[in-house]
């Protein structure tokens, strides 16, 4: 059953499909690419951004490297691994049920 | 992300925090490049400090991040308090290193393992002995012909071991000039295959090479004294070496760390027990006897058959002796037969240490926990000066089990920093106290290593102590009310009443500490102090071996030429030395009649050695050259006394009464003084000295491979003929070698080696005990004279005399004092049973033994107090007011 948070789940829907598509990105990356596709729709919030990809890091969902840009910086950026991989089908699969719900609800009412 | 990299992460906190901090930054880097207003790209980033404590939280483990904080609160806190930390630290580590000390020799000595296959299965076979007096001993050795029959009677139940004892033996593998030592043990040749040892090179001695006496000259060495004398060369196999009359080969060496089954030697060879000459006598007691027992079969019931077979050869065995009271030859007829583990192997040195060891074990305990109460006093003492800011820790939500832990945590580096010390404390004294033991009769080997049992050990060692002394305090910290203590006024009162009892339970275990040291001094003294009859200063004593056995014309020319040698007072030859620990004896018959009980204790002496050892002559003559065993007897007061009403003896007669009944008669010559035969304790023996120059049973002269020769030096100190006489003996007569060579004084000595040890050690506990006890009684009252400083202000103000003051400050502790002294001497009522064994004409409930600590204590006590005393009586009130 989808739970009650089911929208903040969303963050790591769109996070994940973002990386299956592109990966590797940094976090700035992954923020503008949902707001781009978007166009402009959805604005992730920078401070749910990072917890949210260090919480999916923790999980296995995604794995992290540090790489050297050419300013002489270093920035973090993802990728997505083979669980990740299950985790978005499920994810999918959720956000799909939860939005036909909604929509069911929206046509009966 | 795995566990691991979570507590990686955790160990490494500030890494964490810079990378996610690295990240934010290149986050705001970005947006700005993309034309992101950067005071507008940080709003929206939003609380960096909230966003790395979320991200760090997925990334660390949160609890072990806090026990880390505590941890290192906890180091800053040592670190801060360094002079308390280091007397902690100090008092600690001392008691920790000689309890890891005492672990270490008791280990090696009495429990670890023999490195064998099912160690637990190992028994030693012992039957208990009535003496003349009523006194019973252990009887560990047996004889030959015996163990074959008792092997053959539990055959299928259990396989029975002969091991002989561990003797330092003569070897030669070139020539007869290059004698050296080595630890020989005499085995079934079954032992291997029973302990399940296997051959590093070569192969190891068999059933089969054990079947006939004489006749299996192979011999087998440890991986131990392979390493050390052929640097493990595989060629040793096939190489021959000389042992008394007869060449060994070496046929193998034992893989692994087994060298025996005699703990605290270390045997290098091993040969069948067929090769012993003794193998075969019905008289000899040489051997132990282990048991192993079979699969399936009970211990309790081989026991009793075993013990079952031996009373019928005990029975067998007196039929011969006549005139036996019918009392004593049931007494020898029901003797008790024992069978205890054996798992650590079994040997002298286990019998004569094993309560020592534990009751220096048990001082060393109670030191430690003497300096457990001072550091728990300390600790108190420190959090309550902390109270504040454990309320304050409280109030700011800090759980009860925070705070225990917390305290608990500084606690623990205090411990272990001591077990750091310890351990290296342990490292020097253990070695040293195994030197103090070591007899110069006798070397003594353990193996100390440094291993997993001792690691534990001092693991286990730290965490109660840490709890010992860390608990107390940490509870108490942990049940604080902040609102009183905010507020400025805990209750100081029930501090004290921690302290009073922590040095009330100081006082008692340094009474008892005391008590024993007291009780050990004493008994080393009274021994040292005790006369033997005869004068060691002076006297070399050398083991002289001969390449073919000599006629006594031989021995007596090499004595000539001694005895014109320069620096030489005297020479003499006897078949041993007084008390060397070996002893032949014999019961004596008079005017026909049966033989009592009692012992006569014998040696066999070349004119001249009563005076070398200067032992006086009472009454008749020395021997002269012409004397022959059995013939001529000196004997000394003691067997005059049994025997002849205490006249004198000379010119009367007696037998010696051999196996079988079978009677040799002597006429007596001489009668001389008493002398220490087998050891100093006891009181000495009848003794009966016959010529050394013997005729055996078809009246020939007999020849002699191995004697002693004795010689008196001029100069104070004999070991100065050192270097000379080893020379010299070869230069007399070729065919002598000296194969050791000791001063009589060492001898005589290491018959109270252990005393010595007990005495010292246990002195030095005493020492630091009291030394403990008196640091811990002066911070108690001068902590609570800080405390108390008002009070006492107030007290002065209204009229409170000095004498008033004294009272008052230190009543409570005088109670403390003698409370816990009391409870020590009742303590010390109820164990003084179990040092009687170990104690010589004193005992343990002697009132001067009981006055002893009670006067340390009470000097210490007052010398503590008085520098709180002072400080108290000088407290001026208007100042103390005034600061208030």
Not at chain 2, 169 to 187: H, L, N, P, R
């Amino acid at each position: 059953m989808p739970k009650s948070d089911a929208l903040q789940g969303a963050l790591d829907l769109l996070v994940l499909k973002v990386l299956m598509r592109r990966s590797p990105l940094h976090g700035y990356a992954i923020m503008t690419a949902i707001q781009e596709i978007s166009d402009d729709a959805l604005r992730v919030e920078e401070g749910s951004l990072y917890p949210a990809l260090h919480r999916m890091e923790e999980a296995g969902w995604v794995r992290a490297r540090w790489i050297n840009k050419p300013n002489g910086r270093r920035a973090r950026i993802y990728e997505l691994s083979p669980a990740g991989k299950k985790q978005l089908v499920v994810e999918e699969a959720r956000w799909n049920h939860v939005t036909a719900a909604v929509n069911r609800v929206l046509r009966m009412a | 992300m795995s566990l691991w990299s979570r507590i990686a992460n955790t160990l490494r906190g500030n890494r964490v925090n810079r990378e996610i901090d690295e990240e934010l930054q290149s986050h705001l880097e970005e947006a700005i490049e993309n034309g992101r207003d950067p005071a507008q790209a940080r709003r929206a980033l939003g609380n960096a400090l909230r966003l790395r404590e979320q991200a760090r939280d997925f990334r660390i483990l949160p609890w072990l991040d806090s026990l880390k904080m505590d941890v290192i609160f906890g180091w800053r806190q040592v670190r801060k308090n360094k002079i308390t930390s280091a007397a902690a630290v100090l008092s600690l580590a001392l008691g920790m290193g000689a309890s890891t000390a005492a672990f270490r020799l008791i280990d090696a000595l009495l429990l670890r393992p023999l490195p064998i296959t099912d160690p637990a299965n190992l028994y030693g076979l012992s039957h208990l002995i009535t003496g003349a007096n009523g006194e019973i001993q252990v009887g560990d050795t047996w004889i030959y012909p015996a163990f074959a029959q008792m092997r053959q009677a539990v055959k299928g139940k259990a396989e029975l071991i002969a091991v002989s004892l561990d003797y330092v033996s003569d070897i030669t593998y070139a020539s007869d000039a290059d004698m050296e030592k080595a630890d020989v043990q005499f085995v079934s040749g079954w032992m291997f295959s029973s302990f399940g040892l296997r051959a590093a090179v070569g192969r190891l001695i068999t059933e089969s090479d054990d079947t006939t006496p004489g006749a299996h000259p192979v011999a087998v060495i440890s991986h131990d004294y392979w390493t050390r004398r052929f640097d493990r060369d595989p060629k040793v196999v096939g190489r021959t070496f000389r042992m008394g009359t007869k060449l060994y080969q070496i046929i193998g060496v034992v893989d692994g760390p087994f060298s025996g089954t005699e703990t605290g030697s270390m045997t290098a060879i091993f040969v069948p027990t067929m090769m012993s000459p003794k193998v075969q006598r019905t008289d000899a007691w040489w051997h132990r006897t282990l048991v192993r027992l079979l699969p399936g079969s009970n211990a309790e019931a081989v026991r009793q058959q075993l013990a079952a077979t031996w009373h019928a050869i005990a029975a067998e065995r007196m039929r011969g002796i006549s005139g036996m009271s019918r009392e004593a030859l049931d007494r020898r007829l029901n003797e008790p037969v024992l069978m205890e583990p054996a798992a650590a192997g079994t040997s002298s040195l286990q019998r004569d240490y094993r309560s020592s060891l534990w009751m220096l074990a048990a001082l060393t305990a109670l030191v430690l926990l003497i300096a457990c109460a001072n550091v728990a006093n300390l600790v108190t003492a420190q959090a309550e000066s902390r109270s504040r800011e454990m309320a304050l820790r409280v109030s700011l939500g800090a759980g009860r089990s925070r705070l225990v832990r917390l305290v608990l945590l500084e606690s623990f580096w205090i411990a272990l920093l001591a077990a750091a010390a310890g351990l290296a404390f342990a490292w020097w004294a253990a070695p040293f106290v195994v030197n103090r033991i070591d007899p110069a009769t006798n070397h003594v080997r353990l193996l100390l290593p440094f291993d997993s049992r001792l690691l534990g050990f001092a693991i286990v060692l730290t965490v109660a102590v840490t709890l010992t002394f860390g608990a107390l305090p940490a509870l108490r910290a942990s049940r604080i009310m902040p609102a009183r203590v905010l507020k400025g006024g805990d209750d100081p009162k029930a501090h004290r009443r921690l302290m009073h009892l922590l040095v009330a339970g100081q006082v008692a275990f340094c009474f008892i500490v005391l008590q024993v040291a007291g009780l050990f001094v004493v008994t080393f003294q009274r021994l040292t102090n005790r006369p033997v009859g005869f004068s060691p200063e002076q006297v070399l004593v050398m083991d002289t071996v001969a390449v073919q056995p000599q006629l006594p014309a031989i021995w007596e020319q090499e004595l000539e030429h001694l005895r014109s040698l320069r620096g030489l007072e005297s020479a003499a030859v006897s078949s041993d030395t007084l008390l060397s620990g070996w002893a032949t004896n014999n019961f004596i018959s008079v005017n026909g009649a049966p033989p009592n009980l009692v012992l006569t204790q014998m040696l066999d002496i070349s004119p001249g050695w009563l005076h070398v050892m200067r032992i006086p002559l009472l009454s008749g003559r020395d021997f002269r050259l012409e004397d022959v065993y059995p013939g001529a007897a000196i004997v000394n007061q003691a067997f005059s006394r049994e025997y002849f009403n205490g006249q004198d003896p000379v010119g009367r007669r007696f037998e010696v009464v051999m196996e079988h009944n079978q009677r040799l008669g002597f006429e007596i010559v001489g009668l001389c003084g008493d002398v220490a035969y087998l050891n100093v304790r006891e009181p000495m023996p009848p003794q009966a000295y016959f010529p050394f120059r013997s005729l055996d049973a078809s009246g020939q002269l007999e020849a002699t491979k191995e004697a002693v020769i004795l010689v008196r030096t001029s100069a104070s100190d004999p070991m100065s003929m050192a270097t000379v006489l080893p020379r010299e003996i070869p230069a007399g007569r070729s065919e002598f070698r000296v194969s050791s060579l000791l001063p009589q004084t060492e001898i005589n000595q290491a018959h109270t080696v252990r005393e010595r040890l007990l005495a010292m050690l246990s002195l030095f506990f005493a020492t630091v005990a009291l030394l403990l006890a008196g640091v811990g009684l002066y911070g108690v009252l001068n902590h609570s004279v800080l405390q108390r400083r008002r009070e006492i202000g107030i007290r002065m103000a209204v009229g409170a005399q000095a004498s008033n003051v004294a009272r008052l400050v230190t009543s409570r502790m005088i109670a403390a004092v003698l409370a816990g002294a009391t409870g020590g001497l009742v303590f010390g009522l109820l164990c003084a049973e179990r040092l009687e064994a170990l104690l010589f004409q004193v005992r343990a409930t002697d009132a001067t033994m009981l006055m002893l600590p009670f006067a340390a204590l009470a000097a210490v006590a007052v010398l503590a107090t008085i520098p709180a005393v002072l400080r108290a009586v000088h407290i001026d009130p208007l100042v103390m007011l005034r600061t208030e």
